[in-house]
């Protein structure tokens, strides 16, 4: 009420409408309380994980830029960035949008594919035998034959293509596309180690993938990988440093020492070459790598997957681990942090929670951080999955698996395969809400997904052009389901109480990216190939790992 002006009584007309609207109001509270309560009541569905591997294969689908082949699955998805590095003078078509967006960010493509390509160098028989095989195989070389493309000279890598601002600005479909596909490169006198090492990661461990099926071309990506980890080791620095239009979108917080060392661990799994493997030793220090006890793995920070690929070679046995095995033991300690602390079984805080363990949502869900969550759940079943298998396939002088050795107990391969079974769970529908977040996935799960091309009607169904502010005004705000599901895409997905607003505004919990999805490919294979040889002690596993650090939660960060 303005100040020194009386305020008259409500018409009889308006206290019957508030009246109406609160009544109203009560009645969507009622409602919205008895379904909540359903949803309580609710036997979470059976987890089918042999589905959500085929789903997880097909979003990469729906990312794909370029011109597309005529074995396409994704029927609403049409040719894109045909034109990507016209004018620079270099072809650029292909690749992957990383999420719901249209640039091509080179950082997290690679470690899309990396994480690809290494589920299906540990789980490639579990991925066979589900029939997804060539499936996984065209995923990575989607990846693959584009970084081979932008390598176009030994120390000259294409980072991105096109801008995030002006890109943001428009709600279009791929196929519409109006905004900027300026290109922008690293070059000795502007290096990006942290992009050169990932993507030599990626091309070295896809060189594994195909060295049976396509010799030649995994000679090729090999090749690639070499020159590319040599580019980023001679001219050091970060490519946000060098390139200010990615600093909104994928710094590098991290740096690029543990890409640097990531590379090279891979880069030696891909050669044998030992030299490799000493460059990982003799800079453990310096890089970070037996300094960083960490949390979280992502797309950015690389350190507990070097270190849990340091400790394979120990575990394992490798003849050329023997005369580093000081400094391989501190990577391991570190590696087994990581996993500990996902166990909830770190030292530190009341019953083990604190910021040496990673926390836990009331339903059990791994959290790290608001945005975007799940990224962080999927690279952490990842890790733990391939821990489990580390253990249970090493030698050991007593016959028994090996145990991973935490402050507050020690985990067998069960317990930490049961983890990453949990949060696999999790992710397609058992958890509070009964709502699977993988799109596409069960009987609930988002619908109003923030993707451009998911959210307006498909190309080939409309034809039509649809212009830069007219998606927003038609598509953005319309409140109905997407037109098109995005089947596989793994959403943010919900918050440290476990709470989720499907809203396609809502990009912190709606948004997809691949790298979310990436590590479940590997996770889903092994867990549907072990779907029906489940062993009475893995189910004692599972039980400890979901009730480990969770008798009481931290407090959310």
Known sequence: MSRGRARRPAPAGSVRAAALQALLLLLLLVAAAAAAARIEEEEPEDVDYGAALSKSLLYFEAQRSGRLPHNQRVPWRGHSGLTDGLQQGVDLVGGYYDAGDHVKFGLPMAFTVTMLSWGAIEFGEDVAAAGEWGHALEAIKWGTDYFVKAHTEPFVYWAEVGDGDTDHYCWQRPEDMTTSRQAYRIDPDNPGSDLAGETAAALAAASIVFRRSNPHYSHLLLHH???????????????????????????????????????????????????????????????????????????????????????????????????????????????????????????????????????????????????????????????????????????????????????????????????????????????????????????????????????????????????????FDDWFGRGRANPNVLAGAIVGGPNCRDEFRDDRGNYMQTEACTYNTAPMVGVFARLHRLATEVAPEEEEGCRRGMTTAGDEQAECR
Request: charged residues 20%.
């Open 225 to 471: 990988a070499q020159q590319l980890f040599e580019f980023g080791d001679r001219y050091q620095g970060t490519y946000d440093s060098s390139i200010a239009e990615v600093r909104s979108y994928y710094a590098s917080v991290s740096g690029y020492r543990d890409e640097l060392l990531w590379a090279a661990l891979w880069l030696h799994r891909a050669t044998g070459r030992e030299d490799y493997l000493r460059y990982a030793v003799d800079r453990a220090e310096d890089f970070g790598g037996v300094g960083w006890a960490m949390t979280e793995f992502s797309w950015d920070v690389k350190y507990a997957g070097v270190q849990v690929l340091a400790a394979k070679l120990l575990l394992e046995g490798d003849p050329q681990a023997a005369p580093h095995r000081a400094v391989l033991e501190q990577y391991k300690a570190k590696a087994e942090h990581y996993l500990c602390a996902c166990l909830g079984l770190n030292a530190g805080g009341v019953n083990g929670n604190g910021s040496d363990n990673v926390d836990r949502s009331p339903g059990g869900m791994l959290y790290v951080r608001q945005w975007n969550n799940l990224q962080y759940v999927s690279s952490a079943a990842f890790l733990l999955t391939a821990y489990s298998h580390y253990l249970s396939s090493s030698p050991s002088s007593s016959g028994q698996p090996l145990l991973l050795q935490c402050p507050r107990g020690a985990a067998g391969p069960g317990d930490l395969l049961a983890l990453a079974r949990s949060q696999a769970d999790y992710i397609l529908g058992r958890n509070p809400l009964r709502l699977s977040y993988m799109v596409g996935y069960g009987r609930r799960f988002p619908v109003r997904v923030h993707h451009r091309g998911a959210s307006i009607v498909a190309h080939k169904a409309n034809s039509r052009f649809i212009g830069c502010m007219q998606g």
